[in-house]
């Protein structure tokens, strides 16, 4: 159980163009879901906190125009990144903490590489 | 400033004997700690977790040990086997504030575990 997914897995644009990631719990709902970032040899860095049928909310030093996150549902958050750079390539996993039961645990996807040229 | 430290970026242990990996911590409101094992590009895979008001929580080969007054946890892992090479966080939440549960990382330890 406990099993999160995000789709792409690998994603190489163009400067410039948007891309959506996804992140699904499989098989538990998730009210609150999260996104991180991680560079090389680096840990992860949480960029939003993402709630069902709210805003989300950012960290510091984080563009919310930039990076786009829709919880439109208990099992479903999707980041977009508007206008890709390249200093926008990067690691970006996703976590869900269940609704019901231990929420202070989060179960992590398996994360997205994006690499825009 | 990192409220989340550890302090050794790495370890190696022979098959068989025990790894120990440690974390400290600087924010007394944390409340709740977990562990992560992740491989290079794979999201992290939780491992164990333990509760403030515990001091110590055990599963398989793992097991978890917090002293609040030093604020450090460490984790055992025995028999460490070679597929436990991999790079551990530790991270930490606190429920207080409206914080939704936020974890709060450290930089990570890789475990190298010989055979």
């Known amino acids: 159980g406990a099993v999160v997914s995000q789709h792409p897995s690998r994603v190489i644009c163009k400067s410039g163009t948007s891309v959506k990631i996804e992140c699904r719990s499989l098989?538990?709902?998730?009210?609150?879901m999260f996104w991180y970032r991680q560079f090389p040899k680096q840990s992860l860095m949480l960029m939003a906190t993402s709630n069902e049928g709210s805003k989300a909310t950012y960290e510091q030093g984080v563009e919310k125009d930039k990076f786009l996150i829709n919880h439109a549902s208990l099992t479903l958050s999707t980041l977009t990144v508007t206008s890709a750079h390249p200093e926008d390539s990067s690691f970006y996993i996703c976590?869900?903490?269940?609704?019901?039961?231990?929420?202070?645990?989060?179960?992590f996807g398996p994360g997205t590489r994006l690499l825009v040229l | 400033d990192q409220q989340v430290k550890q302090n050794s970026p790495s370890l190696s242990v022979q098959e068989g004997r025990i790894s120990i990996l440690n974390c400290d911590y600087t924010n007394s409101m944390f409340d709740y700690f977990l562990w992560y094992k992740k491989y290079p590009a794979e999201g992290p895979t939780f491992l164990i977790s333990i509760s403030s008001i515990k001091d110590k929580n055990e599963d398989g080969r793992f097991t978890v040990f917090l002293n609040k007054s030093a604020k450090h946890l460490s984790l055992h892992i025995v028999p460490s086997q070679p597929g436990d090479s991999a790079v551990y966080f530790c991270a930490a939440s606190s429920n207080s504030g409206g914080s939704n549960y936020k974890l709060t990382f450290g930089k990570g330890t890789l475990l190298t575990v010989n055979p």
């Open positions: 976590s869900a903490a269940p609704t019901s039961g231990i929420q202070e645990t989060q179960y």
């Open positions: 098989d538990f709902q998730a009210t609150t």
